[in-house]
């Protein structure tokens, strides 16, 4: 019995000297981890709970070349409460709630008071750090919101936490929209978002953030943050005027003949600058939308536009004149197996080069390419090289096609290659290449990279100006180049394109029209086609200052000739362009503005005054509109002519001719501020005719007698 109660007690010691000992174990680690391992744990704690994160830097904004808006960032913000922050007492939040909740209801309009007052209190009650007020607030309603009761204590004594998100807006929306593009994470950059995203991007900062109850990261003080560096601005090329033409002329032209697709590029021909860029696509649903940079990216079989690289290929070697004659047959031919066909049945007879392509005869300029280049195909090639049509012009905007010119070594050429090729087909090249070379043709032989951005700003100061790039610096000899000139003005004097003629200004340039063998349209070239209609020149053509390239694709209507389907874009783009830029006009023969008879000269104006006193006068008079109240007149050897001169709204007028208490008349009216000089009739104005009015802007006016 002793020796059992011994063997119990025996036990019992040892299971509380083991207790005891395992206390004393875990009281020295206690001990160990407070006095000598607690900055140690306290630090990971810190890094499992606390860590930096990145805060977005604003994106610079893209400007247009007026300094309009295409792109900006919108600040919103993301407004959260701590309605268990230190500072907030029990009573100042009971005294406060309330008015709060009135507040928030009366700004946001989302919830009643009540709805908002319970919210409050209810995350008061479960002990909330980071409840969530509202997502997209405006930067002037965070303004209101700061002066709330509660929040008027700002964060650590009020509770109020709010984290910036910046939100892309493009003012004029799809003005321009592909070629604005956007930058997106995992995406393939588009536009210029995309091409000039380092400078647009700024640099990012860091806020330290805590982990809180429900995994939710909150953002506390700490001075070890970075503040973010915001972007650079970038300012482009574009007129968003010339832009919003060339957009609307190519919507109404692809709605008319219900196309594809089609774009247009308005280039400046010494400086490559891009002015007008529009691309768009036909949707499911029949309307058009821009879905893709056709301009930039779609390389295709250029058709007859690419003649004149052929033809001057042939010039500057040597082989080929203006005044050569060759025979269009019948209006066909046979190389090989394959027939050449001229779109006008029954051909042309024995022509000049130069009418060859003003008529654009395929059998003609083919049969002579050939001829010329028959035991020498690979110079053609080389020539064509050396006028750099088979590299790529390096825009800066990703997604540039690549052109394609064959050479004789490549596997698929055979001996109607080059007779082919020599009318735009078996080559392709993107509309953008295209311009290029005529834009080069224009500008006397130097061609030019396209520029889409002349400098890139920071806090309006200037980082980076980008000067007009070269290309090459001379495509060909000035002779090739003044051949080149007289046939592209021929073209639209007596040609395919002599729709396009007018008495004011001269246009040059080459129509196109290509059949495009594309499965998309469910087509084959030896069953039904789908076109290309272009037309490609620059004006005016005595002295050009722009180039303009309108391609339209798959016509539905029966209809696909370039000079009725794209030259009527090119014509309004261009009529817009010179009507809106005084400096390309002619100037003025003082003679002009004299009468040839003895009927009195007046001055544009009024048209009452002109009526009353050409009435008392007994002078004939020819209204060529009914009724204008603003007048230009003409004055004839028998009567005056009087036109409507046009006074828009939103646009400066052409006051050039009138009247200074006229001229006075009408801009302050439409809010400009006036100053003038000299006596007589207004003879030049400061701002352009035709650009959009900006109240309270100061316009000069030179007057002479």
């Not at 989302?110 to 002990?127: F, P």
């Not at 806020?207 to 909150?218: L, P, R, S």
């Not at 290509?514 to 069953?527: L, M, R, V």
């Given at each position: 019995?002793?020796?059992?109660?011994?063997?119990?007690?025996?036990?019992?010691?040892?299971?509380?000297?083991?207790?005891?000992?395992?206390?004393?174990?875990?009281?020295?680690?206690?001990?160990?981890?407070?006095?000598?391992?607690?900055?140690?744990?306290?630090?990971?704690?810190?890094?499992?709970?606390?860590?930096?994160?990145?805060?977005?830097?604003?994106?610079?904004?893209?400007?247009?070349?007026?300094?309009?808006?295409?792109?900006?960032?919108?600040?919103?913000?993301?407004?959260?409460?701590?309605?268990?922050?230190?500072?907030?007492?029990?009573?100042?939040?009971?005294?406060?709630?309330?008015?709060?909740?009135?507040?928030?209801?009366?700004?946001?309009?989302?919830?009643?008071?009540?709805?908002?007052?319970?919210?409050?209190?209810?995350?008061?009650?479960?002990?909330?750090?980071?409840?969530?007020?509202?997502?997209?607030?405006?930067?002037?309603?965070?303004?209101?919101?700061?002066?709330?009761?509660?929040?008027?204590?700002?964060?650590?004594?009020?509770?109020?936490?709010?984290?910036?998100?910046?939100?892309?807006?493009?003012?004029?929306?799809?003005?321009?929209?592909?070629?604005?593009?956007?930058?997106?994470?995992?995406?393939?950059?588009?536009?210029?978002?995309?091409?000039?995203?380092?400078?647009?991007?700024?640099?990012?900062?860091?806020?330290?953030?805590?982990?809180?109850?429900?995994?939710?990261?909150?953002?506390?003080?700490?001075?070890?943050?970075?503040?973010?560096?915001?972007?650079?601005?970038?300012?482009?090329?574009?007129?968003?005027?010339?832009?919003?033409?060339?957009?609307?002329?190519?919507?109404?032209?692809?709605?008319?003949?219900?196309?594809?697709?089609?774009?247009?590029?308005?280039?400046?021909?010494?400086?490559?600058?891009?002015?007008?860029?529009?691309?768009?696509?036909?949707?499911?649903?029949?309307?058009?939308?821009?879905?893709?940079?056709?301009?930039?990216?779609?390389?295709?079989?250029?058709?007859?536009?690419?003649?004149?690289?052929?033809?001057?290929?042939?010039?500057?070697?040597?082989?080929?004149?203006?005044?050569?004659?060759?025979?269009?047959?019948?209006?066909?031919?046979?190389?090989?197996?394959?027939?050449?066909?001229?779109?006008?049945?029954?051909?042309?007879?024995?022509?000049?080069?130069?009418?060859?392509?003003?008529?654009?005869?395929?059998?003609?300029?083919?049969?002579?390419?050939?001829?010329?280049?028959?035991?020498?195909p690979q110079d053609f090639v080389d020539r064509l090289y050396r006028m750099s049509l088979n590299k790529k012009i390096g825009v800066e905007i990703?997604?540039?096609?690549?052109?394609?010119?064959?050479?004789?070594?490549?596997?698929?050429?055979?001996?109607?290659?080059?007779?082919?090729?020599?009318?735009?087909?078996?080559?392709?090249?993107?509309?953008?290449?295209?311009?290029?070379?005529?834009?080069?043709?224009?500008?006397?032989?130097?061609?030019?990279?396209?520029?889409?951005?002349?400098?890139?700003?920071?806090?309006?100061?200037?980082?980076?100006?980008?000067?007009?790039?070269?290309?090459?610096?001379?495509?060909?000899?000035?002779?090739?180049?003044?051949?080149?000139?007289?046939?592209?003005?021929?073209?639209?004097?007596?040609?395919?394109?002599?729709?396009?003629?007018?008495?004011?200004?001269?246009?040059?340039?080459?129509?196109?029209?290509?059949?495009?063998?594309?499965?998309?349209?469910?087509?084959?070239?030896?069953?039904?086609?789908?076109?290309?209609?272009?037309?490609?020149?620059?004006?005016?053509?005595?002295?050009?200052?722009?180039?303009?390239?309108?391609?339209?694709?798959?016509?539905?209507?029966?209809?696909?000739?370039?000079?009725?389907?794209?030259?009527?874009?090119?014509?309004?783009?261009?009529?817009?362009?010179?009507?809106?830029?005084?400096?390309?006009?002619?100037?003025?023969?003082?003679?002009?503005?004299?009468?040839?008879?003895?009927?009195?000269?007046?001055?544009?104006?009024?048209?009452?005054?002109?009526?009353?006193?050409?009435?008392?006068?007994?002078?004939?008079?020819?209204?060529?509109?009914?009724?204008?109240?603003?007048?230009?007149?003409?004055?004839?050897?028998?009567?005056?002519?009087?036109?409507?001169?046009?006074?828009?709204?939103?646009?400066?007028?052409?006051?050039?001719?009138?009247?200074?208490?006229?001229?006075?008349?009408?801009?302050?009216?439409?809010?400009?501020?006036?100053?003038?000089?000299?006596?007589?009739?207004?003879?030049?104005?400061?701002?352009?005719?035709?650009?959009?009015?900006?109240?309270?802007?100061?316009?000069?006016?030179?007057?002479?007698?």
């Amino acid at each position: 019995m002793k020796g059992s109660k011994n063997t119990i007690f025996s036990r019992i010691y040892l299971i509380y000297g083991m207790i005891t000992l395992f206390a004393l174990i875990i009281f020295g680690q206690t001990v160990n981890i407070i006095f000598f391992q607690g900055d140690e744990w306290v630090d990971k704690q810190k890094q499992l709970t606390r860590k930096f994160r990145e805060i977005e830097a604003v994106r610079g904004n893209i400007y247009a070349s007026d300094g309009s808006l295409l792109a900006t960032s919108i600040p919103k913000y993301e407004v959260r409460f701590d309605p268990n922050a230190e500072a907030i007492s029990d009573q100042f939040f009971i005294d406060h709630v309330d008015s709060l909740a009135f507040k928030l209801s009366q700004l946001f309009k989302d919830r009643t008071q009540q709805e908002y007052l319970i919210d409050l209190k209810t995350a008061r009650k479960k002990g909330e750090r980071y409840h969530l007020i509202k997502h997209n607030v405006k930067y002037t309603d965070l303004k209101t919101l700061k002066t709330f009761p509660i929040f008027n204590k700002g964060q650590y004594k009020g509770g109020l936490i709010t984290v910036q998100q910046n939100k892309r807006e493009r003012p004029f929306k799809i003005l321009a929209a592909r070629t604005i593009g956007y930058e997106r994470e995992g995406i393939k950059p588009v536009g210029l978002e995309g091409a000039y995203t380092k400078e647009l991007s700024g640099v990012k900062g860091s806020m330290m953030m805590q982990k809180i109850a429900g995994g939710v990261w909150m953002p506390i003080e700490e001075e070890n943050g970075k503040e973010p560096e915001d972007g650079s601005d970038i300012y482009t090329t574009i007129d968003v005027n010339i832009q919003d033409v060339a957009e609307n002329a190519l919507l109404t032209q692809l709605s008319s003949h219900q196309a594809d697709h089609g774009c247009v590029v308005l280039m400046e021909v010494p400086t490559g600058e891009v002015k007008a860029i529009a691309n768009l696509q036909r949707g499911k649903d029949g309307s058009y939308y821009e879905s893709y940079n056709y301009a930039i990216g779609e390389s295709t079989e250029p058709g007859s536009v690419f003649k004149l690289a052929s033809l001057m290929a042939a010039f500057e070697d040597g082989y080929l004149n203006l005044d050569d004659m060759v025979d269009t047959e019948d209006g066909t031919t046979k190389f090989y197996d394959a027939t050449m066909r001229d779109s006008h049945k029954g051909g042309y007879g024995v022509i000049s080069i130069k009418e060859s392509f003003v008529k654009s005869s395929n059998v003609a300029i083919s049969k002579e390419i050939n001829r010329v280049y028959a035991e020498k195909p690979q110079d053609f090639v080389d020539r064509l090289y050396r006028m750099s049509l088979n590299k790529k012009i390096g825009v800066e905007i990703a997604g540039e096609g690549t052109p394609f010119i064959k050479s004789t070594d490549d596997d698929s050429w055979s001996g109607i290659t080059m007779p082919w090729m020599s009318i735009g087909y078996e080559v392709q090249m993107t509309p953008l290449q295209i311009l290029t070379f005529y834009n080069a043709v224009a500008n006397n032989g130097k061609m030019v990279k396209p520029k889409f951005v002349k400098e890139v700003r920071k806090r309006g100061k200037l980082v980076k100006e980008l000067d007009t790039e070269v290309i090459n610096s001379s495509i060909c000899s000035k002779k090739t180049i003044a051949m080149a000139k007289e046939m592209l003005e021929g073209v639209v004097e007596n040609g395919t394109a002599k729709n396009l003629k007018n008495s004011v200004y001269k246009i040059a340039g080459k129509t196109g029209t290509a059949q495009i063998a594309n499965e998309k349209y469910g087509y084959k070239y030896e069953s039904k086609v789908s076109y290309q209609a272009s037309f490609v020149g620059y004006f005016p053509a005595d002295n050009p200052k722009y180039s303009c390239i309108v391609v339209v694709n798959a016509p539905s209507q029966n209809v696909y000739y370039g000079n009725l389907v794209a030259g009527p874009i090119f014509k309004e783009v261009a009529d817009k362009v010179y009507a809106s830029s005084i400096q390309i006009h002619q100037e003025i023969d003082d003679k002009e503005n004299l009468a040839v008879s003895r009927i009195p000269f007046a001055k544009d104006g009024y048209y009452a005054d002109h009526k009353t006193i050409y009435s008392k006068l007994n002078i004939k008079t020819e209204l060529e509109s009914a009724s204008p109240k603003w007048a230009k007149v003409s004055t004839g050897d028998q009567s005056v002519k009087v036109y409507n001169k046009k006074i828009a709204p939103i646009y400066v007028p052409d006051v050039i001719g009138m009247s200074i208490k006229d001229a006075l008349y009408i801009l302050e009216n439409q809010g400009l501020r006036v100053d003038f000089k000299g006596s007589g009739v207004v003879k030049s104005q400061s701002i352009s005719p035709g650009e959009k009015i900006e109240k309270g802007k100061k316009i000069e006016l030179e007057l002479a007698s």
